[in-house]
């Protein structure tokens, strides 16, 4: 199951990177969005897939899930929520006075 | 008494959001932002004395004993940087309240410093590594705003590539914490180190050290700096200054973690690794300031010199080049911070950005020019003034260590930063005066003041290296010696 995993990680992250590399803005924001989803995968496949019972004393008696990995990847999902979206934003400022949205465009003049 | 610890963290952000609600009261914004900046430095110096004399201090989170809970760590490196941080964001405050003008203000620019301050002093505080990329997020996202507040077509151009590569590199952070979870199964800083210990820093440990390098790199400006200097150059002056002063020195912080308390068996591979990448920042950034025409370029290329510099020390690794790091990592905030002020305070008087195109202004601002030329001393390493206890200590590491290479080209990028700055100094203070009596544009009493606190700060830790000493020298050991920090973490027996 974790090799599974594992290449399905490897292929989302092949995804974003081709769409980071691309000129078009709202495609690089697409792929930094893939990426995270990818990491969180990874996280949870580290974390070991093995099954288990919920991690609480009272409901049963082991062996338990590890809880981190969950715990991890949730508080990366907010951050990962929070920067897309003020990206989308600051894109979208972007494209309103730069009037392009096309990377190439925007590397700025040769003096600088 | 240890709950103090979260205090220069916790204190910015609950300032910050009762900010948002004083929007239009821009008076009352200021004085806010005044008072919790002293309060946070006058509590972060009570928490470093404390430590010095009761030792390393830790708070764990709703009682939460480590490794299983998050928890602050507040050792003297910690400490000393909490201070310096929090006294330079204070400088860079009152820079603030008479240049950065009402639309800012209005636009919650303090609340977004304050965050900024909290992200900081929350990295340099925590014990727990993903905590570290919390903190992390924190102090980036408040960097972004800031970076991208105001809305110049350069500046969001430039303030866009500067998120992007930051959002890769925590996404690298979080592959690299993924890796070393399923690895070692532990997160608190000095549960890993003390496992590392006892099994030893095999392969798979080392590449995963490795992979943190690039990530810190990243983000401390160490070779990966291509991002550094266009997204410098953009941001108001006291934005400028503040991230030349704070934003590198945690990455830098977050590599020394590293590379002494969690990975430091593995010393061949890592630190040559290190010192290879040190040895090309400092030569990037000596050519960089050399060929640098504008005082904005010289100004980010000195930034790029001062990390090469530092990380030089980290490489060399004995405990006298890691007292040199300390000092010189506290130096480097204070001095980076007055050289952004006073190059911003250039542009602001003259409206030139050109080193060719400025001349004489020590005639028409003459205190100006000579806290200029102290700035310059500091970075250079002039005694008595700060840069030149970092220096030494540096120097006497590499020359215990036998590393005669790296001292050398060490102490050529002083050589460099004089000329480069030097030049700025001759060029642009001295020569035909170009500004007539009629059009000074006056200098305001907060500008000034904010250098002058600054300038003060340089003094200080030059001739007053005799009480620093005693701090630096504990914050050196735990760097030698992680075994104290772990002792002082990990409860005994509970492994």
């Not at chain 1, 990962?80 to 006075?97: E, Q």
């Not at chain 2, 480097?332 to 952004?340: Q, R, S, T």
């Not at chain 2, 050589?415 to 059009?439: H, K, M, N, P, Q």
């Amino acid at each position: 199951m974790e090799s599974v995993m594992v290449i399905l990680v490897g292929i989302l992250v092949t995804v974003a990177t081709y769409l980071i590399l691309s000129r078009n803005l709202i495609r690089v924001i697409l792929g930094t969005a893939l990426l995270s989803h990818a990491v969180h995968l990874l996280i949870l496949t580290m974390g070991s897939l093995k099954k288990g019972n919920v991690p609480l004393l009272s409901d049963s008696d082991g062996p338990y899930t590890d809880a981190l990995p969950q715990a991890l990847i949730l508080t990366a999902i907010v951050i990962s929520f929070a920067v897309t979206a003020f990206v989308l934003v600051l894109t979208f400022r972007t494209y309103g006075t730069n009037k392009t949205d096309d990377l190439q465009k925007l590397r700025g003049n040769a003096d600088e | 008494m240890s709950n103090l610890l979260i205090a220069p963290m916790i204190i910015p952000i609950m300032t910050a959001v009762v900010l948002v609600f004083l929007r239009d009261n821009v008076r009352v914004q200021r004085i806010i932002t005044l008072i919790t900046m002293g309060g946070v430095t006058l509590i972060s110096l009570f928490l470093l004395v404390e430590v010095q004399q009761n030792g390393i201090m830790r708070l764990d989170f709703s009682g939460w004993l480590p490794p299983f809970g998050i928890l602050f760590v507040g050792d003297q490196l910690a400490l000393l940087l909490v201070t310096v941080a929090s006294i330079v964001t204070a400088a860079c405050c009152i820079y603030a309240f008479s240049t950065i003008g009402e639309a800012h203000e209005k636009m919650f620019f303090y609340s977004f410093v304050l965050m900024l301050i909290a992200g900081v002093n929350g990295s340099f505080l925590t014990g727990d590594i993903f905590n570290l990329f919390v903190c992390f997020e924190v102090m980036l996202l408040a960097s972004y705003v800031l970076v991208a507040l105001g809305g110049g077509k350069r500046q969001l151009r430039e303030s866009l590539k500067y998120v992007l590569i930051n959002v890769v590199a925590s996404w690298m952070f979080l592959v690299a914490l993924a890796y070393l979870y399923g690895a070692i199964g532990t997160l608190n800083m000095a549960h890993i180190s003390s496992r590392v210990m006892e099994a030893g820093q095999d392969p798979v440990l080392t590449t995963i050290s490795l992979v943190f390098l690039i990530v810190f790199s990243l983000k401390a400006g160490l070779l990966l700096f291509f991002w550094l200097p266009g997204s410098y150059s953009v941001p108001p002056t006291s934005v400028a200054a503040l991230f030349a002063a704070l934003l590198t020195k945690v990455g830098m912080y977050a590599l020394i973690r590293t590379f002494t308390l969690m990975f430091p068996l593995q010393q061949d591979i890592t630190h040559t690794i290190l010192a290879v990448m040190a040895v090309l920042t400092l030569i990037a950034g000596m050519a960089g300031a050399m060929g640098g025409r504008d005082i904005k370029t010289i100004a980010t290329y000195n930034v790029i010199i001062g990390v090469g510099f530092i990380m030089l020390g980290v490489a060399i690794a004995n405990e006298q080049a890691m007292m040199g790091v300390v000092y010189y990592l506290m130096h480097d905030m204070v001095a980076k911070a007055l050289l952004f002020l006073c190059i911003g305070m250039m542009m602001y008087l003259t409206g030139e950005t050109v080193v060719k195109n400025m001349s004489g202004l020590i005639r028409n601002y003459p205190l100006f020019g000579w806290l200029y030329f102290l700035g310059l001393c500091a970075l250079v390493g002039i005694p008595p003034l700060s840069g030149f206890v970092g220096k030494v200590l540096i120097g006497q590491g590499a020359i215990t260590g036998g590393h005669y290479v790296l001292l050398a080209i060490g102490f050529a990028s002083s050589v460099v930063v004089l000329y480069s700055l030097l030049r700025i100094f001759l060029a642009s203070f001295f020569g035909e005066t170009i500004i007539v009596l009629e059009d000074e544009v006056p200098i305001r009493k907060g500008m000034m003041g904010s250098l002058l606190v600054l300038a003060a700060c340089v003094i200080f830790l030059g001739l007053g290296a005799n009480y620093m000493m005693p701090f630096v020298e504990a914050a050196a050991a735990v760097l030698v010696d992680p075994s104290i920090y772990i002792d002082a973490v990990l409860p005994q027996g509970n492994d």
